[in-house]
């Protein structure tokens, strides 16, 4: 089991960038796919970047090109580096922690059984 907490997130201006990072108590993190997901106002929850435990990636078309996802199994933390910013990656922020049961299942939410509180990410234009 293990339990997510976020941080990082903030105010920003278009084009600028963010790291989010995501610690998970517990001493089976690296058996867990890490995964972001955001929720902006109004919308539902999407689905951002994951990464296995051995460091596959995987990335929205949405963010693409723009953010990093990486870990650190040693520090049971995930991070998302977030650049060239833009006002509709505004949203709150969630890290999630689930097994890997095949690469069509990452991108889905209810794969995941533990989530953080999330961090708000806000992009000004």
């Known amino acids: 089991q293990v339990q997510p907490v976020e941080s990082g997130g903030g105010l920003v201006q ?5 790291r989010l990072s995501c610690v998970a108590s517990g001493r089976t993190f690296s058996n867990y796919v890490m995964a972001w997901f955001r929720q902006a106002p109004g919308k539902e929850r999407e689905f951002a970047s994951a990464i296995t435990y051995v460091g596959s990636t995987y990335y929205s078309d949405s963010v693409k090109g723009r953010f990093t996802i990486s870990r650190d199994n040693a520090k049971n933390t995930v991070y998302l580096k977030m650049n060239s910013l833009k006002p509709e990656d505004t949203a709150v922020y969630s890290c ?7 690469s069509s299942h990452v991108t889905k939410g209810e794969h995941y059984d533990y989530w953080g509180q999330g961090t708000q990410v806000t992009v000004s234009s």
């Open 14 to 18: 278009a084009g600028g960038s963010l």
């Open 96 to 102: 999630a922690a689930g097994p890997w049961s095949g």
